[in-house]
C-alpha cells in the first residue's frame, strides 16, 4: 500500500503548482480577453463559466465528498478489495450523471439564453458549454478518486496540464479565428479531453491496486450517497451562492457590468490560490486520523492550519486590497478600474473569516455532513435577499458586499458546531497578532501607491515593500512557530536552501506543541 500513497507535504506542494498553473493561466486569458473583446462579451463568458461551475456542482451530486472520505478510509485499512468495488460503481455512477447533465443543459438552453443573456442568439454557446458541463461532472468524480486514493501528485500533475490548456486553447482558438464562440468551443474539448486522462490514471491505479496484498471489509454505496446527500444540498446552494450575485447582476443591469464586476472577482482569488491546496488536501488526511481514533493528531493539524492559513492569507488579501484600484487598471483596463471598492470589501471581509476553509474540512472528516446545509442554506439566503436589495440600487458595490455576506453566515454556522463537536482549535493571540501586522503592513501599502503612477514596475515595488514589512514582522511578533515553519519548509524542494534558511529563523519555539505529536501529520 506504501506505493499506492503518497506525503501530505508532498501532496501540497504538488498542488500548489496546480493551483499557481490555474491562476496564472485565469488571470492570462482574463487580461487578453479584456483588451480583445468587448465588456459585454466579457460577462457573457463570464456568466457561462458561472453556469458550467453551477451545473457542474448539481450533477456532480456531492459524490466528490463521500468518494473522497469512504475511500480514504478504507485505503488507511487497506481494503484493497473494497476499493475496488468502490471505483467500478463510482465510474459506472460518473457516467450516468454525465449523460444527464448534458441532455438537462441542451434542452434547457433557450429558456437560459433568454432568462439571463436576453437574447437567444446565447442558444447555440450554452448547448456548446454543457458539453463542458457534462465533462467537468466525470472529471470531479474521477479527479475525488485519485484524491481519496491520496494520489496527491497525479491529481496536481493532471490539473496542472488541465488547467493550463483549459485557458490557453481556447485562446487560441479566439486568436485564430477571432470569434468568441470558438472560444466556448475551446473549453468543451478541454474539458472532454481532462475527463481521458483523468480515466486513464484511475485505470492504471486500479490495476495496481488487483496486485497488492488485501482486506475486505463490506461497503453499502448507499453509505457513500447518504454522506454525501448533505454536502450535495449545501455545495448546491454554497455554488449557487458564490455566483448568484453575477446572475442578479447580469439579471438586473447588463453583461457589460457583470464583466467589470467578474474582473475584480478574478484578483480576489489571487489571495485564494495560496491557501487552496491545504484545504483541499484536508479531508483525506483528516479523515485517515478519524479512521484511527487519533484525536491528538486531529486537534494538532486543526490549530496548525488555522495558523498557518491565516498568517499567510491575511496579508495577502490586504495587500490585494490595498492596490486594488492600481491592480484593476493595469491589467484590465480604465474602464474596469470602477471595481475596486468591491474588491477591497471582499478582500477585508474574507480575510476576516478565512478559517471557515480549515473548519470546514475538519467537519466533514467527522462525518457531521448535515451541518453544511444549514451553512450554505442560509449563506445562499442572504447573498440572495442582499443582492436582489442592494444591486439594483448600488450596482456592483451592492455586489461586493452581497458576495461578502456569504463568509460571514458560513463561518458563524461552521465556527459554531465546531465549538459543539471540539473541531476548532483557535490560536486567538496569534491571529490578532497576524491582524495586527498586516493591518500596519496595509496602510503603508495604501499610503506609499498614492504617491507614484501606476505601472507594472510600481505595482511590484508596492507588492516588494509590503512584502518585507510582513517578513520583519513575521520575527518581531512571532508569528510562526517552528513546528509550524518544519511543515512549510518540507514542501519547498532543497535547492532553495538559502530560502529555508532565511524561513527556518523567522519561526519560534512554541512549548505549547509537543512535536512528537505532530511530525506524522507533517512527514
Given at each position: 500500500m506504501g506505493d499506492i500513497t503518497e506525503s501530505f507535504g508532498s501532496g501540497v506542494a504538488f498542488q500548489y503548482s496546480a493551483v499557481a498553473s490555474m491562476f496564472l493561466s485565469s488571470t492570462i486569458f482574463y487580461f487578453f480577453i479584456a483588451h480583445l473583446l468587448p465588456v459585454d462579451t466579457v460577462g457573457s463568458i463570464s456568466l457561462l463559466y458561472a453556469i458550467m461551475n453551477i451545473m457542474t456542482t448539481v450533477f456532480v451530486f456531492g459524490l466528490s465528498f463521500g468518494i473522497q472520505h469512504y475511500f480514504s478510509y478504507h485505503l488507511a485499512r487497506k481494503n484493497n478489495n473494497t476499493l475496488l468495488k468502490l471505483i467500478k460503481k463510482t465510474v459506472l455512477i460518473g457516467l450516468v450523471l454525465t449523460i444527464l447533465a448534458f441532455l438537462s443543459i441542451y434542452y434547457a438552453s433557450p429558456y437560459i439564453a433568454i432568462l439571463f443573456f436576453h437574447s437567444i442568439n446565447y442558444e447555440l454557446s450554452i448547448k456548446i458549454i454543457g458539453i463542458a458541463i457534462a465533462n467537468s461532472v466525470m472529471v470531479n468524480i474521477l479527479a475525488s478518486i485519485l484524491l481519496g486514493l491520496n494520489q496527491y501528485k497525479r491529481y496536481s500533475l493532471i490539473y496542472v496540464f488541465f488547467y493550463t490548456f483549459l485557458y490557453f486553447f481556447p485562446l487560441s482558438l479566439l486568436f485564430l479565428y477571432g470569434k468568441s464562440i470558438y472560444l466556448i468551443a475551446g473549453i468543451a474539448i478541454i474539458n472532454t479531453v481532462g475527463t481521458l486522462i483523468f480515466s486513464l490514471y484511475v485505470y492504471k491505479i486500479y490495476k495496481r491496486l488487483t496486485h497488492e496484498d488485501t482486506n475486505y471489509e463490506r461497503e453499502s454505496y448507499k453509505k457513500i450517497i447518504y454522506y454525501s446527500i448533505p454536502l450535495f444540498f449545501s455545495s448546491i446552494m454554497g455554488t449557487s451562492a458564490t455566483y448568484l450575485d453575477r446572475i442578479v447582476v447580469s439579471y438586473f443591469i447588463n453583461l457589460s457590468y457583470l464583466g467589470i464586476y467578474n474582473f475584480a472577482l478574478?484578483?480576489?482569488?489571487?489571495?485564494?490560490?495560496?491557501?487552496?491546496?491545504?484545504?483541499?488536501?484536508?479531508?483525506?488526511?483528516?479523515?485517515?486520523?478519524?479512521?484511527?481514533d487519533n484525536k491528538i493528531a486531529f486537534r494538532a493539524s486543526i490549530r496548525i492550519l488555522l495558523n498557518i492559513v491565516s498568517l499567510i492569507y491575511i496579508p495577502a488579501a490586504l495587500g490585494i486590497a490595498a492596490l486594488s484600484k492600481p491592480l484593476l487598471y493595469f491589467f484590465a483596463g480604465s474602464v474596469y478600474e470602477v471595481a475596486y471598492i468591491p474588491l477591497m470589501i471582499i478582500m477585508f471581509v474574507t480575510a476576516l473569516f478565512i478559517g471557515s476553509t480549515?473548519?470546514?474540512?475538519?467537519?466533514?472528516?467527522?462525518?457531521?455532513?448535515?451541518?453544511?446545509?444549514?451553512?450554505s442554506g442560509l449563506s445562499l439566503l442572504a447573498n440572495l435577499i442582499l443582492s436582489v436589495i442592494l444591486i439594483p440600487r448600488f450596482s456592483i458595490i451592492g455586489a461586493g458586499i452581497s458576495y461578502s455576506s456569504m463568509n460571514v453566515i458560513n463561518f458563524i454556522i461552521l465556527y459554531h458546531y465546531a465549538r459543539k463537536f471540539d473541531v476548532v482549535n483557535y490560536d486567538k493571540n496569534r491571529i490578532i497578532k497576524i491582524w495586527i501586522s498586516s493591518l500596519i503592513m496595509f496602510s503603508f501599502v495604501f499610503t506609499l501607491q498614492g504617491y507614484l503612477p501606476y505601472s507594472l514596475l510600481n505595482i511590484f515595488i508596492w507588492i516588494m515593500a509590503g512584502l518585507l514589512i510582513y517578513i520583519a514582522e513575521i520575527k518581531v511578533f512571532?508569528?510562526?512557530?517552528?513546528?509550524?515553519?518544519?511543515?512549510?519548509?518540507?514542501?519547498i524542494p532543497d535547492k532553495f536552501g538559502f530560502l529555508k534558511y532565511i524561513m527556518k529563523n523567522l519561526a519560534f519555539h512554541d512549548k505549547k506543541i509537543k512535536n512528537d505529536k505532530l511530525f506524522r501529520f507533517f512527514k
Open positions: 478574478i484578483i480576489a482569488s489571487a489571495a485564494a490560490i495560496l491557501i487552496a491546496p491545504i484545504s483541499n488536501l484536508l479531508i483525506p488526511k483528516l479523515s485517515s486520523f478519524f479512521s484511527l480549515v473548519l470546514s474540512p475538519g467537519i466533514s472528516s467527522i462525518r457531521k455532513t448535515n451541518i453544511f446545509v444549514i451553512s512571532k508569528l510562526i512557530s517552528i513546528d509550524e515553519m518544519d511543515y512549510a519548509l518540507s514542501i
